[in-house]
């Protein structure tokens, strides 16, 4: 259900890859999960008292997420990102955005 957004979780852990590759491929991510079904429009709102969380916090919150807050969360990001570029970028370098790729796998396992 969620293999074409969790295909991105090898590429965003690959600390090889240029950050003009990195920002080809989070392009490519964010049009993909807005096209997937799973985008909440209202993401930032979803996300409620996590939306003033920090890096680590969430990071550490996506070990027990369900798939709906992850993706209310990715939805956040993903909508942020078109006001304040490279907040996706900045969330795929400090590890959140893969943890919660990660834990999508893990629970369509």
């Known amino acids: 259900m969620y293999e074409k957004i969790t295909s991105y979780l090898d590429f965003f852990e690959n600390s090889a890859v240029s950050e003009a590759e990195l920002n080809e491929k989070i392009k490519q991510f964010s049009d993909d999960f807005m096209q997937s079904g799973f985008m909440n429009p209202n993401g930032m709102e979803a996300m409620g008292e996590r939306v003033m969380a920090g890096k680590s916090q969430l990071k550490n919150d996506a070990l027990t997420m369900s798939a709906e807050e992850i993706c209310n969360c990715l939805s956040a990001f993903v909508q942020q990102d078109a006001f304040i570029p490279g907040i996706v970028l900045d969330l795929v370098q400090?590890?959140?955005?893969?943890?919660?790729?990660?834990?999508l796998k893990e629970l369509e396992a």
Do not use: A, S, Y
């Open 94 to 103: 400090q590890g959140v955005v893969p943890q919660m790729l990660k834990r």
